[in-house]
């Protein structure tokens, strides 16, 4: 493997957001492929950085959200789904509401969508736009 594919025990730690113990403890124990410089540095190949950042990601992934700052849930039914390569559009109707989401289509592939699919819109928004009729005329 050369130089260019590994990187330093501490960085990797950095971008895990682990202690360098840990990722010593995980070589030791198996869980983690390490080599050794010329001079004697612990160095990981970064596909395994890559590797334990996707474990992590999907150990996370699995754990039930209990609470979160959005207030503004709306339950509805997908009423449609328009996806490419790229991105996909997904339109709920919640009630008198149609809401669409532009999202990855990687995104909507994981999720599972499905016209008549129930699902909740969450909206968190930094900014809310008002808008006011022009007066009625007559």
Avoid: Y
Avoid at 6 to 33: F, H, N, P
Avoid at 41 to 59: F, G, M, N, S, T
Avoid at 66 to 79: D, E, L, M, P, Y
């Amino acid at each position: 493997m050369n130089a260019e594919a590994q990187i330093r025990i501490g960085r990797a730690a950095k971008m895990l957001g682990v202690s360098v113990d840990t990722l010593r403890r995980w070589a030791e124990t198996g869980r983690l492929r390490t080599t050794r410089s010329a001079g004697g540095q612990r160095l990981l190949p970064i596909a395994e950085v890559a590797r334990l950042v996707d474990e992590r990601r999907r150990a996370a992934a699995d754990r039930p959200i209990v609470a979160q700052s959005a207030r503004n849930r709306f339950a509805g039914i997908v009423t449609r789904i328009e996806k490419d390569r790229v991105a996909a559009v997904v339109e709920v109707l919640a009630g008198p509401h149609r809401l669409v989401s532009l999202m990855t289509a990687e995104a909507a592939d994981e999720l599972g969508l499905r016209v008549g699919d129930e699902a909740v819109c969450v909206v968190k928004a930094t900014h809310v736009m008002v808008e006011v009729a022009a007066p009625r005329q007559g």
